[in-house]
């Protein structure tokens, strides 16, 4: 019975799974492959159905065999780790068991087949269960290493974690542990908890795994842990499950271009064809027609690409030779008009917020306002040949009001990196870390509301106004006192010198003058989102009429040529809508970088410049960090939310994660205990909001939504631009939740 029902690990191949289980085959693999695994034996899962006294008789023989004084006992479940399917950490493994208590450790690894949890449990597999025994490693340090980057599917990097000791701390969720990130014969610490692994070694973790996933032609999940005998045991390798694809992320033109600057930190997401092809660009063309007017800056073609599905907006209107091309113009522009000139430099801005003000309150706003009624009374009358030039009006005025924005957006980026740069020398080491409650707890802007969107792109339907739609609220008292309070503390300190706290009071009242005025102007560009997105869907109406496409809504999954090439007759060869609706869906998994190509000096000094200025610190222990943008700690499980159909999900004190915040998103606010996003800046609505509701938060993160899982409990330091696992802090002992590695198991 013996011969039958356990085997030797060195004896097993992957052509005995469906006997064994897949992670018992293949670290009999990896043996035959000479890679270094504690010895060990596996019970097939018949052994399940024996009586218990034959079976202690078979385990306490397998003991005997493989020597030593304690083993790990594992699941080595038929449906286990395939290829498609880890079902990682389902599963239960029982460590440093004695021999004599081997029989209950088998009973609790076949028993976790009957308690996994139903949602995390496909009806359609196997549950039958082999069980490897194997030789316990006394690890000194442990961990996983990943052969491709996880979040990224970057197959050029191995990403190894470790801690001190055994791994199940790690894998099983409870601690993020030390991160090492090996590419190119290069380990570089990304994050540091403990001092459980150097350089050396994880280069070592990352040489064995990266044979594996050559042996195994597929990039890796491993399991290691370094003995106190001084060598690298592999417990368990299985394939890395949903990756994203791989990719690369090159400029098809020239130049930076960057995804969270302008245009770039209204959009997380895939930009639809037609969005891109007409809203988008048409919006573009007359922010640069505007600019070249007033400014004399001609800024280079393209003004962005699309990468995968993904938008990037240029920056090159900042290379060197680009600006030595415009300098005469702009010197020119100086001497005629030097109040708006004067708002492209920090110093200089608050000379030139009174002009934009003016010409935003008293001609653009009333003209906007006034062309999106005219829009809206005139939608449904217009023949359908009439709506292209409808669209084409209300793009241009989006884009000319989006340059308004622009101009005072960018002024009170700059009055505030002023007072933060002021806050930073004179203030933070007697008042405290953040200037940010400074500029926070004014009332919301009266006057008109924008419609509650969802995103940037008109694909999406505006949300009705109502609980989850609405966008009033009230400024949050406590955020009115605690800013009267910082006000109060930065005068005490600065008493003794008049001059500065002269300096101060002017820094504070222009950065704090326009933070009302900002708000109430952004959330006024979508005002003509619902009637240009009808106008859009009249004419996808028309198209189903003549039998161009199926449905009204795959219009925006056509560009403006090809709608307008529809309505004027049959198309040269059809498109295919369903293919570009996947493509869609397909390209929203991938994580974009902030950034492509190279990136001219003066850009990298304004995109990194502010951040470093505001407050950002760097953490050892961070997850995930961004710009600082509305002060506070707050620590709760995260949420992540990717779009409206998910608006429900978010539980009262949970971190809201999120690619970006628009208007609709603003109700979540009054649940969320912090807000952080993948996009955007000190201007974003994220961070405007979340300094109305006192909440922290943390924006132009790239990939929060990526590294933080909806489950996990962290703290957010808005004040820092830092989110860690809570565990580490004051709050609490954190919860168990998912990671990076949750669920693998240690063995």
Not at 77 to 86: F, H, I, L, T
Not at 204 to 212: L, P, T
Not at 583 to 596: D, I, S
Not at 638 to 644: L, N, S
Request: glycine share 10%; proline share 6%; net charge neutral.
């Amino acid at each position: 019975m013996k011969g039958t029902l356990v085997r030797r690990l060195r004896d097993v191949r992957l052509a005995d799974a469906p006997r064994i289980g897949n992670k018992a085959a293949m670290l009999g693999e990896l043996i035959a492959a000479g890679v270094r695994v504690p010895d060990g034996v596996v019970l097939d899962w018949a052994a399940a159905a024996l009586p218990a006294a034959d079976r202690e008789a078979l385990l306490q023989s397998a003991a005997e065999e493989l020597g030593g004084e304690s083993f790990a006992v594992r699941s080595s479940g038929v449906s286990e780790d395939g290829a498609d399917r880890s079902f990682a950490g389902l599963y239960e493994t029982v460590l440093n068991v004695r021999a004599s208590e081997l029989g209950g450790a088998f009973e609790t690894v076949v028993g976790s087949v009957r308690n996994a949890p139903v949602d995390r449990y496909d009806p359609g597999s196997s549950d039958e269960m082999a069980v490897i025994v194997q030789k316990m490693v006394h690890a000194v340090a442990a961990g996983v290493a990943l052969t491709a980057d996880p979040v990224t599917g970057d197959r050029s990097t191995c990403v190894v974690t470790a801690v001190k000791g055994v791994g199940a701390p790690l894998v099983g969720g409870e601690v993020p542990g030390e991160e090492w990130r090996v590419r190119d014969r290069r380990a570089t610490l990304t994050r540091r908890l403990e001092n459980a692994i150097d350089a050396e070694t994880a280069l070592a973790v990352a040489d064995v795994a990266r044979r594996i996933a050559q042996l195994r032609d597929s990039p890796q999940d491993v399991e290691w842990a370094l003995g106190r005998d001084g060598f690298l045991w592999i417990v368990q390798a299985r394939p890395m499950t949903a990756l994203p694809p791989e990719v690369s992320w090159t400029a098809p033109a020239p130049g930076a271009f960057s995804r969270s600057y302008r245009f770039g930190e209204w959009i997380a997401e895939p930009v639809t064809p037609l969005f891109e092809s007409w809203l988008l660009s048409g919006m573009e063309n007359r922010l640069h027609a505007i600019l070249r007017k007033e400014l004399g800056q001609v800024a280079p073609q393209p003004y962005h690409v699309v990468v995968h599905g993904w938008y990037f907006y240029s920056v090159n209107w900042a290379s060197p030779k680009t600006v030595a091309r415009n300098l005469p113009r702009l010197l020119l522009k100086a001497i005629r008009d030097p109040r708006r000139v004067a708002g492209i430099l920090p110093a200089t801005a608050r000379h030139s917020v009174g002009v934009f003000e003016q010409d935003w309150r008293s001609e653009l706003q009333p003209r906007y306002r006034a062309a999106v009624a005219t829009a809206e009374a005139r939608v449904e009358r217009h023949v359908v040949g009439e709506l292209p030039g409808l669209i084409d009006d209300l793009a241009g005025l989006a884009g000319e009001y989006f340059t308004s924005i622009a101009a005072l957006s960018g002024a009170a980026y700059k009055l505030e990196l002023n007072l933060a740069s002021f806050y930073a020398a004179h203030l933070r080491d007697s008042v405290g870390w953040s200037h940010l409650p400074l500029l926070a707890g004014f009332d919301p802007p009266a006057g008109a509301q924008g419609p509650a969107v969802v995103s940037l792109d008109w694909w999406h339907e505006p949300l009705a106004a109502g609980p989850d739609g609405g966008t009033r609220r009230s400024t949050n008292p406590r955020v009115v006192t605690e800013r009267h309070a910082a006000e109060a503390a930065s005068e005490a300190a600065l008493k003794g010198s008049p001059r500065r706290l002269r300096q101060f009071r002017r820094l504070l009242r222009e950065a704090q003058h326009l933070i009302s005025i900002r708000e109430e102007q952004t959330q006024e560009l979508t005002l003509p989102w619902p009637v240009l997105r009808r106008a859009v869907v009249r004419l996808g109406e028309e198209l189903v009429a003549l039998g161009r496409i199926s449905a009204a809504d795959d219009i925006f999954f056509l560009t403006r040529e090809e709608v307008l090439g529809g309505l004027a007759g049959p198309t040269a060869g059809e498109v295919d809508i369903e293919a570009r609706r996947t493509l869609h869906a397909q390209q929203a998994r991938l994580v974009p970088p902030l950034l492509l190509g190279d990136v001219p000096p003066l850009v990298a000094r304004m995109l990194h410049g502010f951040t470093k200025t505001v407050g950002a610190r760097q953490s050892d222990r961070a997850l995930v960090s961004g710009t600082p943008a509305s002060a506070g700690r707050a620590t709760g499980l995260v949420r992540v939310i990717r779009g409206a159909d998910e608006f429900g999900d978010l539980q009262l004190g949970e971190i809201l994660v999120a690619p970006l915040t628009a208007p609709a998103w603003t109700s979540l606010f009054s649940r969320a205990a912090g807000v952080v996003t993948d996009v955007g800046s000190a201007a974003a609505h994220a961070s405007l909001i979340a300094r109305e509701f006192g909440i922290p938060a943390i924006v132009g993160t790239g990939d929060a939504t990526q590294r933080l899982r909806t489950g996990m409990r962290v703290t957010v330091d808005g004040g820092t631009g830092t989110v860690e696992l809570a565990w580490q802090n004051q709050e609490g002992p954190a919860e168990a939740g998912p990671s990076l590695h949750s669920g693998l198991d240690y063995g």
